[in-house]
């Protein structure tokens, strides 16, 4: 079994920063993927960013030069650092893990204000 815990959402205005964290426990196997994606409303999950076990990484389209995502292998936990936030990048934010199997955390809200 496995458990990802999400913190760092919140409110913030235009322009400003929030950092998110998600650690995972449990049966987390060498070789997986971590990542996060967002949902706005009405619309379809969509990737932010992953990172796989190597350091390599994916951004999507809208997290480029903005949001920066990282991980702490030995504690399990990923990162994302977002700065420079807009109203469209409000939404939940959803950590996953693949291992391959694929495990969601419960979300966080992140609201970006004009």
């Known amino acids: 079994q496995v458990q990802l815990v999400e913190s760092g959402g919140g409110t913030v205005q235009a322009g400003g920063s929030l950092r998110l964290s998600c650690a995972a426990s449990g049966r987390v196997v060498y070789g997986n993927v971590m990542g996060w994606y967002r949902q706005a409303p009405g619309q379809e999950r969509e990737l932010v960013a992953d990172i796989m076990y190597n350091g390599r990484i994916a951004y999507g389209d809208s997290a480029k030069d903005r949001f920066t995502i990282s991980r702490d292998s030995a504690k399990n936990t990923i990162y994302l650092q977002m700065d420079s936030l807009r109203p469209e990048d409000t939404g939940v934010y959803y950590c996953?893990?693949?291992?391959?199997?694929?495990?969601w955390g419960q979300g966080t809200q992140v609201t970006v204000s004009s």
């Open positions: 996953r893990l693949k291992t391959p199997w694929i495990y």
